[in-house]
């Protein structure tokens, strides 16, 4: 089992920054892939960005390429997903998720294996 904490959430104006932190614990850290999610309220959850285990591999939707980053810290069991010049459009609960049978960088939620409960962003115009 694996268990993932989501944090730092919150409400922020249109231009604005937040980073958002997972810790997970429960299971050997390098031997996941984690990836980040969001679900906007009457829609679809959908990606956003995942990172290899290393760290040296990562992917983005494009309606946020150049302006949120992932990253992790194998060290603190933690992934991170800083977002800037944030749009109201971002509005969603944002979710960490590990995906732990391959070394692929996946997209589809339903490719991943654990998630954290989920973290309220709110980007106001």
């Known amino acids: 089992q694996v268990q993932l904490v989501d944090s730092g959430g919150g409400l922020v104006q249109a231009g604005g920054s937040l980073r958002l932190s997972c810790a997970a614990s429960?299971?050997?850290?390098?031997?996941?892939?984690m990836g980040w999610f969001r679900q906007a309220p009457g829609k679809e959850r959908e990606f956003v960005a995942t990172?290899?285990?290393?760290?040296?591999?990562?992917s983005y939707a494009d309606s946020v390429k150049g302006r949120f980053t992932v990253s992790r810290d194998n060290a603190k069991n933690t992934v991170y997903l800083q977002m800037n010049s944030l749009i109201p459009e971002d509005t969603a609960v944002y979710y960490c998720?590990?995906?732990?049978?391959?070394?692929?960088?996946?997209?589809?939620?339903?490719?991943?294996?654990?998630w954290g409960q989920g973290t309220q962003v709110t980007v106001s115009s």
């Open positions: 998720a590990a995906d732990t049978s391959t070394w692929i960088l996946r997209t589809r939620p339903n490719e991943y294996d654990y």
């Open positions: 990172v290899s285990r290393s760290g040296g591999r990562t």
């Open positions: 429960g299971r050997t850290f390098t031997n996941m892939n």
